[in-house]
């Protein structure tokens, strides 16, 4: 009985080290930093095999909390790389370094295209001089949905600088930029600041 649940322990364990590994291993490039952590796990995994039992259970325990923990502390961290906390767009980090290396190759393969337009915000300086950051970063909240909102599911905002966002179409050509562009600044004609394309 004790080896079966020694083996559970190991599998589970194993289990969420992969999941952990498939999960952020487009945060952690550094293979160094994967081969301390599972080696590690490996030593540690030779406590639940070779233990006895309640120091091999508590060993499971520990390690497996340990991971999931760390797995959702990592999880955060790669969420704030790939998205501006402030506006929800995505960030220069994951659009130079994931996205459009990727869109390039997509689109080579299939004869495709990708058009770009920057936004910037008129004034925003102004506002956050005169009234403070936080009405700044209402504004910026406010043009990011509105921006959000009128894109399609594959074109991608990013925010480029402290009031630039940068779109990317990819496969829809100008004229579905010019179209998306549109849409963005309707949807911005109660807005109290100029937009510059």
């Known amino acids: 009985m004790g080896d079966v649940l020694r083996g559970t322990f190991f599998i589970a364990l194993a289990a969420v080290a992969i999941d952990t590994y498939y999960r952020i ?22 406590g639940i095999i070779y233990s006895p039992f309640p120091l091999a259970a508590s060993t499971f325990v520990g390690l497996f909390l340990l991971f ?47 058009a770009f337009a920057m936004l910037d915000v008129d004034g925003l300086k102004k506002v956050n001089d005169e009234k403070g950051h936080a009405a700044g970063d209402g504004v910026l909240e406010r043009f990011a949905q509105a921006v959000l909102a009128n894109i399609r599911g594959e ?3 990013v925010r480029f600088g402290g009031d630039e966002v940068l779109l990317a179409f990819p496969g829809g050509g100008e004229e579905g930029a010019r179209k998306a562009l549109e849409h963005i600044a309707r949807s911005l004609g109660d807005f109290f600041f100029g937009v510059s394309v």
């Not at 952590?37 to 490996?42: F, M, R, S, V």
């Not at 959702?72 to 969420?79: I, P, T, V």
């Not at 659009?95 to 080579?108: I, Y």
């Open 68 to 114: 999931l923990g760390g797995r959702a502390g990592l999880q955060s961290l790669k969420r704030s790389s790939i998205r501006d906390h402030l506006t929800n767009l995505y960030t220069r980090w994951y659009f130079f370094e994931e996205w459009l290396p990727r869109e390039v190759k997509r689109q080579k393969r299939t004869g495709g295209t990708i």
């Open 155 to 157: 074109d991608i905002a």
């Open 25 to 46: 291993h487009v945060l952690i490039r550094e293979t160094h930093c994967h081969a301390s952590t599972y080696g590690g796990l490996a030593i540690a995994s030779l």
